[in-house]
């Protein structure tokens, strides 16, 4: 199978992460974004979207977005379960799964866009919206403060063991820290210790 | 089981059309949101962002997001299959089912929580950006082209067949249309033939 892929975008890096896992080896296909490769007539067959990534499976057919991509891996490799095994669990994964990139990635996003990195890369590409960037940058900070209080409670984002929601989160919070300038503050100790927990596995370094 | 709703809200709708598909029956339980019933602590433990709809499954578990509550229903009572079979539908369908969520159910919630409704009925709830309005109003328009040119060659929205696409797609475009005033053109006709298509399927009017 081949992965449509950018290395340093948080979006391809949970396939990566996700197929780690799995065992499961993918044929990375490099896709220079600055060439708006992905929005080429040829891409737009890949996914209608013209987003990374996109795999191409063995028999020649194309799925996109992440998540989509791996359901498609967890039903031709059920092992190491990553989404849920009861019905119970399917939903209580799913739902995490979803808080996260429903507070905390399209926060991270909104901040990403109109920040300066974007503004530098791609000028004129997105119209800068201070008070938009504001806004996110604080929401992005109060979902770090929920995230260490909730693992307080818990080891993993979605519960006791790793899922596909670690691998959000992970991908998240690197990306933040990295790329968009918002760490978690220091002080989060459960959500630092988390992250030193997830990151120690072979697959974060896909 | 007991789903926490709120009838006129386009979440808790794709769970009440997505149980009726199934024949699964819900006990309602209307929460008021004008009162903030779902920031309350008790409700919190439901659904730790506050959120509507929750579910309380018959043996008192709870999950949030509607998405989630789907798939432990689908879990639960497989038939009708409404996220997939094989490893590359179960694919294609979450594909389409978040290019939905994240290209056109996010704009259409941009334009909500800035436009008139939300204004009158939370003053101060949300900081007004009128240019983030301006821009979301102008992609759920495009949004509404692609739908139209996509089922030019496809019945609906993942495929040939009705899926949890369609309940995601047929709750954005009617809250788009009654709640914030963005009706798609009436010359998209492969759009609106869609939207009798799934409109005249009994659980509609759940």
């Not at 081949?2 to 396939?15: G, I, M, Q, S």
């Not at 067959?45 to 996109?54: D, T």
């Not at 926060?107 to 960037?133: E, H, L, T």
Request: hydrophobic share 40%; proline share 7%; charged share 25%.
């Amino acid at each position: 199978m081949k992965l449509y892929d950018v290395t340093a975008a948080p979006n391809p890096r949970r396939v990566r992460i996700f197929a780690a896992e799995k065992g499961i080896e993918l044929e990375l296909v490099p896709v220079d974004m600055a060439k708006a490769e992905h929005k080429t007539p040829e891409f737009l067959k890949k996914h209608p979207s013209g987003k990374i990534p996109a795999l191409e499976t063995d028999d020649g057919q194309f799925l996109g977005e992440s998540v989509a991509i791996c359901r498609y891996l967890e039903a031709l490799h059920p092992e190491p379960n990553l989404f849920g095994s009861t019905a119970y669990e399917l939903g209580r994964i799913e739902m995490h799964n979803r808080i996260l990139e429903l507070e905390f990635w399209t926060q991270i996003g909104i901040s990403w866009v109109n920040g300066p990195v974007v503004a530098k890369m791609a000028p004129g590409r997105f119209k800068q919206n201070p008070a938009a960037k504001e806004a996110s940058d604080k929401n992005v900070h109060a979902f770090y403060k929920r995230m260490d209080r909730e693992l307080a409670e818990r080891d993993f984002m979605a519960g006791d063991r790793y899922t596909v929601a670690d691998i959000t989160a992970l991908s998240g919070v690197d990306f933040a820290r990295g790329m968009v300038g918002l760490p978690p503050e220091e002080s989060l100790s459960n959500l630092w210790a988390w992250h030193t927990r997830v990151s120690e596995r072979p697959s974060a370094s896909a």
